[in-house]
């Protein structure tokens, strides 16, 4: 059975690729709702309703877990993972613990997605974990924007014009560390880093994300552990060209297969 991952476009591979990385014998199903991108800037509601259908269809494939590789949802609808018949995975909570290890300052920045940082996930998290900490949060919905575009090379000056307006505030927090709270972001990283400064710690959730994956494997003994090499499928709900072209350069590599278009009318 697959590992399933869904995000609201494109971002969410950079879960994929670490989930590549970290468990290679398994297969992945990857869904980027790309028709309905972004999910940041509506309402509750209707991001709830996204997310349970993005689970449904991969349930519908078979999947034996399900990561929501999705800043947003993971921040407003973390909890429709208590009604689904296989573990749930998040990044709101990864991305915390590793931030929580990374600062010394204890001053922490968060750059999110509207909805992300109006749900005060990532203040409560890591209040949670050590209520000793400072947290600055900065909604940047742009970067979704710019990084689905393709906009995502420091030799672009559009990335840096953004990244100055929006991040200029948690530079003058004096964070050392910076959660990009949005799966999308972490395509920006060269151009944040270098506003930043080196001195500041930008955290990825993927990593510590797809090692949580890992261990809920574990703990329900489902983790493939044989020596086969998984195969990896993806369905997007809108045109499959443009994604199958910006989607090579998240994941460092052309995509083995196609990429597949489905149509909400036919699935729900």
């Known amino acids: 059975m697959p590992i399933g991952i869904f995000d609201s476009g494109l971002g969410g591979l950079t879960v994929a690729s670490e989930v590549r990385k970290l468990l290679p014998g398994e297969d992945i199903i990857y869904f980027g709702d790309t028709g309905r ?42 909890d429709i993972g208590d009604t689904l018949p296989v573990p749930f995975v998040g990044v709101v909570a990864p991305a915390s613990i590793s931030a929580v290890r990374a600062t010394r300052n204890r001053r922490i920045g968060v750059a999110g997605t509207a909805a992300t940082v109006s749900s005060g996930s990532f203040v409560r998290t890591i209040g949670k974990i050590d209520p000793e900490i400072s947290v600055f949060t900065k909604a940047c919905p742009l970067f979704v924007n710019i990084v689905e575009e393709g906009y995502f090379s420091k030799a672009d000056p559009l990335p840096a014009l953004v990244t100055e307006r929006y991040l200029e505030p948690l530079k003058q927090a004096d964070v050392d560390t910076l959660i990009l709270g949005c799966t999308h972001f972490p395509m920006l990283s060269e151009v944040i880093s270098e506003y930043m400064g080196e001195k500041v710690t930008l955290i990825n959730a993927g990593e510590e994300t797809a090692k949580t994956a890992k261990a809920a494997l574990e703990a329900d003994g489902l983790l493939n552990d044989g020596q086969r090499t998984g195969k990896s499928e993806f369905f997007v709900s809108d045109r499959p060209e443009g994604f199958s072209r910006i989607a090579e350069v998240f994941l460092g590599k052309k995509i083995s297969g196609d990429v597949t278009a489905i149509d909400w009318s036919d699935v729900l």
């Open 37 to 78: 991108v972004p999910y940041g800037n509506r309402g509750r509601d209707v991001i709830r309703r996204y997310a349970k259908e993005d689970a449904e269809f991969l349930l519908s494939k078979g999947v034996k877990l399900i990561i929501a590789a999705c800043g947003t949802v993971s921040s407003v609808a973390s």
